[in-house]
């Protein structure tokens, strides 16, 4: 069966310190994998997605997510979070023609 | 471009009571999606469609039908309602599969569904 993870519920991390949000996956075959960010009473949002290549990827409002085959990972990262970032973020994998989301990571940023 | 639009934002519902989702999309997409999102559970796919006339199911289809008998609109129909079918409906469209290099997902404002 098709699966994404996040394994973190919350993550609270300070204004200006570097964050990661975390995301395994077993979907078959080549992974097709993307982050997307939901604010308050909005849709998602896409901000990066891997599909092959290089295994960093960059997105949107300065986020990245490294791609790691051997650990099945995708983390998300950011070098210097800022409190507008705090939301929720959804990992996503993709196969024939479904998207698979995870449940969810919910991104604090303290001032 | 309004982008995706989806009426109403918020219904409340009584059990066995039936209702249609309003999903439009004015970007000229083909594929387009219909999501619930529970609680705690990420989003899971009820239905999509490849184009106008083409639907399949996605993982929790029960209870629920589509149809697309155009490109632009993708309503989503309730026709017994029940209580586990309270959520927050997410319609959602893309020119292709959203998996190509330069694609992706819009999604709508979402539809917030109690049912009594």
């Known amino acids: 069966a098709q699966s994404v993870a996040q394994p973190e519920d919350q993550v609270n991390v300070a204004e200006g310190n570097p964050l990661t949000v975390k995301c395994t996956y077993s979907?078959?075959?080549?992974?097709?994998l993307f982050w997307y960010v939901q604010y308050p009473n909005r849709g998602l949002q896409f901000l990066l997605k891997y599909i092959t290549g290089d295994n960093l990827v960059k997105g949107s409002y300065g986020f990245e997510a490294e791609f790691n085959k051997s650990q099945t990972s995708f983390h998300l990262k950011k070098p210097s979070a800022l409190v507008s970032d705090s939301a929720l973020y959804f990992c996503?994998?993709?196969?024939?023609?479904?998207?698979?989301f995870g449940t969810g990571t919910s991104l604090t940023v303290i001032p | 471009n309004a982008g995706v639009t989806q009426t109403p934002k918020f219904r409340i519902l009584k059990i066995g009571q039936s209702m249609t989702l309003q999903c439009a999309q004015d970007?000229?997409?083909?594929?387009m999606y219909w999501y619930r999102q529970d609680p705690g559970m990420g989003l899971k796919l009820i239905y999509y469609?490849?184009?106008?006339?083409?639907?399949d199911k996605g993982e929790v289809p029960n209870g629920y039908n589509v149809s697309r008998s155009t490109t632009e609109d993708f309503p989503l129909r309730l026709e017994l309602a029940a209580p586990s079918q309270t959520s927050v409906y997410f319609c959602?469209?893309?020119f292709g599969p959203g998996a190509s290099y330069t694609d992706t997902q819009y999604f709508g404002p979402g539809t917030r569904l109690t049912v009594l």
């Open positions: 979907v078959s075959g080549n992974p097709y």
């Open positions: 996503a994998g993709y196969t024939g023609n479904q998207f698979y």
């Open positions: 970007m000229n997409h083909n594929y």
């Open positions: 959602a469209s893309s």
């Open positions: 469609s490849v184009g106008a006339g083409i639907t």
